[in-house]
C-alpha cells in the first residue's frame, strides 16, 4: 500500500485470526502487534481496576433511587402487575393481567421480575431490579468487545458514551423488555463478529445461539434483527464463506427450542392465542396494531436520547467521504457492522407502522462502539496529522451547545411548573455544560494531546454522571406526590370499609393493580350503577383522593355544592381517571348512579383532585 506520509488509512486485518484493524501509514503498520487465535494475552491489572471504577461509575445512575420513584406510565405499571400476578397466582407459564391472559410477550420478562418480587417484595425496586441489571451487563458487555475489538481506551470510552445516553439511561430504569433485548441484541452483533474473525474458537458460535435465546425469550422474532444485520454485512463485502462460520444450521434451531416449547404448551392451554402473537408482530409492522407514528418519529429520538454520541457522528458527505464509506462496507470492515447496526434497525423500525420511542435502543450500543474509535483517534492525536477523505467532527462545540441548550430548557420548565423554587433546584446541572466549555478550548492543545484530553474527558463524564444522579433525586422530590402510589396510599388512609372493592372509571390505569396489591378492574355501567347510598334521595358524594385535602362533596345537577352530607358510594378520583370503591355490604339499599359528563381538574393547581358529574338515576329522562 502506498500513501503520503501525512495520512493515515485504517484496514482490516485479512486473517481471520486477527479482529482487530491496524491503522498504517506510508505503507507500515503502527507498532504493536494483533494476537492470534489461542494465544494468551496478559491482563493488565491496572487497567483492569480502572475499568472496574469505570463500570460502577457508569452503572451508578441505573441504580440511584430506582426504588424511590413510582411507576409513571401505563407500560411501567403493565409490565409490574403482570409480573405481580404471576407470583401470585402461581402460574409461570401462561402471564395474566388483571386476573386475563396476557400473551403479549415471551416470559422472561415477568419471570425475572416476579422472581425479583419474591426475593424483594412487590415493590418498585424488584419491578426495576431486571432491567437495571440487564443495562448494567451491556455497559459491561460493550467495554469488553471494545477491549477485545480494538483496546482498552475503546471499551472504556465506550461504556461511558453508552451510560450517559439519556435512552439507555431511562430505559435501564423501567420494567419494560427493552433492556433485555438490548443486552442479548449486542450479544448477537458481537459473537455474531467474532466468530466470523475467529472461526477456531467454538465458543462464539455457542455464545451466539446463548444470546439469540435470551432475545427469543424475550421479545420474540425481534431476535432475528441482528442476525439480519450480520448477514447484510457479511453479503455485502462477498463473505459469502464466512456465513458459515456463524454456523447457523444449528444456533438458529437451537435458540428456538425453549421459546418453542413454551409456545406449544401456552397453545395447549389457549388455543385462541395465534390471534394475539398476529396482532403484536404482523399488525404493527403493517399498520394494524397499536402506538401507529409517522415515518419520521425515531428522528428526533434518535437524536435526543442517544446524545452524546449524535453531536460526534461521522456522517458520509459531512464529515466523511462517500468512497471512504462505500469502501469500508465493500471491505467488510468491523467499523462497516457497527454502522449497519445503527443504520439498518432505525430503518427497519421507521418503517414499521407501530412506533415507540424504546424501539430504537438497540442502535445504541454500536454508535457508542463508533464514538469510541472516533474519540481514540483525537486523544492520540491520529486526528491532528489528518486521514484522507475523512474530517473530525467538531465533538466539543455540539456538545457544549446541546448540553448548554437542555439545561436552560430544564431551568424556563422547572421555573414554570413549580416556580422560582424549582428552578434553584435545577442551577447545579450547569455543572454539566460548563464542564464541556471547559474543554472546549483545549480540544486541539498540543502538546501532549493524551494526557491533557484523557484528563479533560474524564472530568467531562464525571460531570455528566454526577448531573445525571441528581436530576434523579430531584424527579423523587418533585414528582412523588403527583402519581399514583401517592394516590393509592392516600386511599389506604381513609376511614373506608373493608369490604369496600376498589374499580376505574374510564382509562384503565394498571398501577392501582400494582400499588393496591390486588386487581383493580375497569368499571363497567352495571358496576357504575350498582353504587348505592343509605337515602335514595339524598346527593351523590364524592371525595378527594389528594394529600392537600381529603373532603366530602354533595354533587347536584352535574355541579358540586359547597357543603359535607355523608353518603356511602365513595368516588376517589385522580387526574383523568376515577378510582371507583364500591360499598358491598348487603344491608345498604341501592340508588343507582351514572357518571355524566367529562372529567373536570386542574393539574396546575391540585393534580390529585379531579371533579366528577354525577346524578342521580332518578332524574334521568
Given at each position: 500500500?502506498?500513501?503520503?506520509?501525512?495520512?493515515s488509512?485504517?484496514?482490516?486485518?485479512?486473517?481471520?485470526?486477527?479482529?482487530?484493524?491496524?491503522?498504517?501509514r506510508?505503507?507500515?503498520?503502527?507498532?504493536?502487534?494483533?494476537?492470534?487465535?489461542?494465544?494468551?494475552?496478559?491482563?493488565?491489572?491496572?487497567?483492569?481496576?480502572?475499568?472496574?471504577?469505570?463500570?460502577?461509575?457508569?452503572a451508578?445512575?441505573?441504580?440511584v433511587?430506582?426504588?424511590d420513584?413510582?411507576?409513571?406510565?401505563?407500560?411501567?405499571?403493565?409490565?409490574?402487575?403482570?409480573?405481580?400476578?404471576?407470583?401470585?397466582?402461581?402460574?409461570w407459564l401462561?402471564p395474566?393481567?388483571?386476573?386475563?391472559?396476557?400473551?403479549?410477550?415471551?416470559?422472561?420478562?415477568?419471570?425475572?421480575?416476579?422472581?425479583?418480587?419474591?426475593w424483594?417484595?412487590?415493590?418498585?425496586?424488584?419491578a426495576?431490579?431486571?432491567?437495571?441489571?440487564?443495562?448494567?451487563?451491556?455497559?459491561?458487555?460493550i467495554?469488553a468487545?471494545?477491549?477485545?475489538?480494538?483496546?482498552?481506551?475503546?471499551?472504556?470510552?465506550?461504556?461511558?458514551v453508552?451510560?450517559?445516553?439519556?435512552?439507555?439511561?431511562?430505559v435501564?430504569?423501567?420494567?419494560?423488555?427493552?433492556?433485555?433485548?438490548g443486552?442479548?441484541?449486542?450479544?448477537?452483533?458481537?459473537?455474531?463478529?467474532?466468530?466470523v474473525?475467529?472461526?477456531?474458537q467454538?465458543?462464539?458460535?455457542?455464545?451466539?445461539?446463548?444470546?439469540?435465546?435470551?432475545?427469543?425469550?424475550t421479545?420474540g422474532?425481534?431476535?432475528?434483527?441482528?442476525l439480519?444485520?450480520?448477514?447484510v454485512?457479511?453479503?455485502?463485502?462477498?463473505?459469502?464463506?464466512a456465513?458459515?462460520r456463524?454456523?447457523?444450521?444449528?444456533?438458529?434451531?437451537?435458540?428456538?427450542?425453549p421459546?418453542?416449547?413454551?409456545?406449544?404448551?401456552?397453545?395447549?392451554?389457549?388455543?385462541?392465542v395465534?390471534?394475539?402473537?398476529?396482532?403484536?408482530?404482523?399488525?404493527?409492522?403493517?399498520?394494524?396494531?397499536?402506538?401507529l407514528?409517522?415515518?419520521?418519529?425515531?428522528?428526533?429520538?434518535?437524536?435526543?436520547?442517544?446524545?452524546?454520541?449524535?453531536?460526534?457522528l461521522?456522517?458520509?458527505?459531512?464529515?466523511?467521504?462517500?468512497?471512504?464509506?462505500?469502501?469500508?462496507?465493500?471491505?467488510?470492515?468491523?467499523?462497516?457492522?457497527?454502522a449497519?447496526?445503527?443504520?439498518?434497525?432505525?430503518?427497519?423500525?421507521?418503517?414499521?407502522?407501530?412506533?415507540?420511542?424504546?424501539?430504537?435502543?438497540?442502535?445504541?450500543?454500536?454508535?457508542?462502539l463508533?464514538?469510541?474509535?472516533?474519540l481514540?483517534?483525537?486523544?492520540?492525536?491520529?486526528?491532528?496529522?489528518?486521514?484522507?477523505?475523512?474530517?473530525?467532527?467538531?465533538?466539543?462545540?455540539?456538545?457544549?451547545?446541546?448540553?448548554?441548550?437542555?439545561?436552560?430548557?430544564?431551568?424556563?420548565?422547572?421555573?414554570?411548573f413549580?416556580?422560582?423554587?424549582?428552578?434553584?433546584?435545577?442551577?447545579?446541572?450547569?455543572v454539566?455544560?460548563?464542564?464541556?466549555?471547559?474543554?472546549?478550548?483545549i480540544?486541539?492543545?498540543?502538546?501532549?494531546?493524551?494526557?491533557?484530553?484523557?484528563?479533560?474527558?474524564?472530568?467531562?463524564?464525571?460531570?455528566?454522571?454526577?448531573?445525571?444522579?441528581?436530576?434523579?433525586?430531584?424527579?423523587?422530590?418533585?414528582?412523588?406526590?403527583?402519581?399514583?402510589?401517592?394516590?393509592?396510599?392516600?386511599i389506604?388512609?381513609?376511614?373506608?370499609?373493608?369490604?369496600?372493592?376498589?374499580?376505574?372509571?374510564?382509562?384503565?390505569?394498571?398501577?392501582?393493580?400494582?400499588?393496591?396489591?390486588?386487581?383493580?378492574?375497569?368499571?363497567?355501567?352495571?358496576?357504575?350503577?350498582?353504587?348505592?347510598?343509605?337515602?335514595?334521595?339524598?346527593?351523590g358524594?364524592?371525595?378527594?383522593?389528594?394529600p392537600?385535602?381529603s373532603?366530602?362533596?354533595?354533587?347536584?345537577?352535574?355541579?358540586?355544592?359547597?357543603?359535607?352530607?355523608?353518603?356511602?358510594?365513595?368516588?376517589?378520583?385522580?387526574?383523568?381517571k376515577?378510582?371507583?370503591?364500591?360499598?358491598?355490604?348487603?344491608d345498604?339499599?341501592?340508588?343507582?348512579?351514572?357518571?355524566?359528563?367529562?372529567?373536570?381538574?386542574?393539574?396546575?393547581?391540585?393534580?390529585?383532585v379531579?371533579?366528577?358529574?354525577?346524578?342521580?338515576?332518578?332524574?334521568?329522562?
Amino acid at each position: 500500500m502506498t500513501g503520503q506520509a501525512a495520512t493515515s488509512q485504517t484496514v482490516s486485518a485479512a486473517q481471520p485470526e486477527a479482529s482487530r484493524t491496524l491503522r498504517v501509514r506510508s505503507g507500515h503498520a503502527v507498532p504493536g502487534s494483533v494476537p492470534k487465535v489461542g494465544e494468551k494475552q496478559e491482563l493488565d491489572k491496572r487497567q483492569v481496576m480502572l475499568a472496574l471504577i469505570l463500570l460502577l461509575a457508569s452503572a451508578a445512575p441505573i441504580f440511584v433511587s430506582l426504588g424511590d420513584h413510582p411507576l409513571f406510565g401505563r407500560s411501567d405499571a403493565r409490565y409490574a402487575e403482570a409480573s405481580r400476578e404471576m407470583l401470585e397466582s402461581g402460574d409461570w407459564l401462561v402471564p395474566r393481567l388483571l386476573g386475563r391472559p396476557h400473551l403479549t410477550k415471551p416470559p422472561l420478562i415477568y419471570w425475572l421480575q416476579a422472581a425479583s418480587m419474591k426475593w424483594l417484595g412487590e415493590n418498585e425496586l424488584a419491578a426495576r431490579l431486571p432491567s437495571a441489571v440487564a443495562g448494567s451487563l451491556t455497559l459491561a458487555l460493550i467495554m469488553a468487545v471494545g477491549w477485545q475489538w480494538r483496546s482498552w481506551h475503546v471499551g472504556a470510552m465506550s461504556a461511558g458514551v453508552l451510560a450517559l445516553m439519556p435512552l439507555a439511561l431511562i430505559v435501564s430504569r423501567l420494567p419494560l423488555t427493552d433492556a433485555l433485548l438490548g443486552f442479548f441484541w449486542l450479544g448477537i452483533l458481537a459473537s455474531g463478529l467474532f466468530a466470523v474473525r475467529w472461526p477456531k474458537q467454538w465458543r462464539w458460535p455457542l455464545l451466539l445461539c446463548a444470546a439469540m435465546t435470551g432475545a427469543w425469550m424475550t421479545k420474540g422474532p425481534l431476535a432475528l434483527v441482528p442476525l439480519g444485520v450480520l448477514l447484510v454485512w457479511l453479503a455485502f463485502s462477498g463473505q459469502w464463506r464466512a456465513m458459515g462460520r456463524l454456523r447457523l444450521w444449528w444456533t438458529v434451531p437451537l435458540s428456538l427450542l425453549p421459546v418453542g416449547v413454551w409456545a406449544a404448551m401456552v397453545v395447549v392451554h389457549r388455543p385462541g392465542v395465534w390471534g394475539q402473537w398476529y396482532q403484536e408482530t404482523i399488525s404493527r409492522v403493517v399498520g394494524e396494531g397499536d402506538h401507529l407514528q409517522p415515518m419520521w418519529f425515531f428522528i428526533p429520538v434518535f437524536l435526543v436520547g442517544l446524545f452524546p454520541a449524535t453531536a460526534m457522528l461521522e456522517v458520509p458527505g459531512l464529515n466523511l467521504s462517500w468512497r471512504s464509506a462505500w469502501g469500508s462496507l465493500r471491505r467488510g470492515s468491523d467499523e462497516a457492522l457497527w454502522a449497519l447496526a445503527v443504520v439498518l434497525p432505525f430503518v427497519f423500525f421507521s418503517l414499521s407502522a407501530g412506533k415507540l420511542a424504546t424501539y430504537i435502543l438497540p442502535c445504541a450500543p454500536p454508535l457508542a462502539l463508533l464514538t469510541a474509535v472516533m474519540l481514540e483517534r483525537w486523544v492520540s492525536g491520529e486526528n491532528d496529522r489528518g486521514i484522507s477523505g475523512y474530517k473530525p467532527p467538531e465533538v466539543m462545540g455540539a456538545v457544549t451547545v446541546c448540553l448548554s441548550l437542555a439545561w436552560l430548557g430544564v431551568l424556563v420548565a422547572a421555573g414554570w411548573f413549580f416556580g422560582w423554587r424549582g428552578a434553584l433546584l435545577m442551577l447545579p446541572m450547569a455543572v454539566g455544560p460548563a464542564a464541556a466549555a471547559w474543554l472546549w478550548p483545549i480540544w486541539k492543545k498540543r502538546p501532549p494531546p493524551q494526557v491533557r484530553r484523557g484528563f479533560g474527558l474524564t472530568v467531562l463524564f464525571a460531570a455528566l454522571i454526577a448531573v445525571t444522579c441528581y436530576s434523579e433525586e430531584l424527579e423523587d422530590a418533585l414528582l412523588h406526590e403527583h402519581s399514583i402510589r401517592s394516590a393509592v396510599r392516600h386511599i389506604h388512609g381513609m376511614d373506608l370499609p373493608a369490604e369496600a372493592s376498589w374499580m376505574t372509571v374510564g382509562k384503565l390505569e394498571y398501577g392501582f393493580s400494582f400499588y393496591h396489591g390486588a386487581q383493580v378492574p375497569v368499571a363497567t355501567p352495571e358496576d357504575i350503577a350498582a353504587i348505592g347510598e343509605a337515602d335514595a334521595q339524598s346527593p351523590g358524594v364524592l371525595k378527594h383522593a389528594s394529600p392537600q385535602a381529603s373532603r366530602t362533596l354533595p354533587v347536584r345537577s352535574g355541579r358540586a355544592v359547597p357543603g359535607s352530607v355523608p353518603g356511602a358510594g365513595v368516588l376517589i378520583c385522580y387526574p383523568d381517571k376515577l378510582a371507583v370503591l364500591r360499598q358491598t355490604q348487603p344491608d345498604w339499599p341501592g340508588a343507582a348512579y351514572r357518571l355524566m359528563g367529562e372529567v373536570l381538574y386542574n393539574p396546575r393547581k391540585d393534580p390529585l383532585v379531579v371533579f366528577a358529574r354525577i346524578e342521580p338515576a332518578a332524574s334521568r329522562p
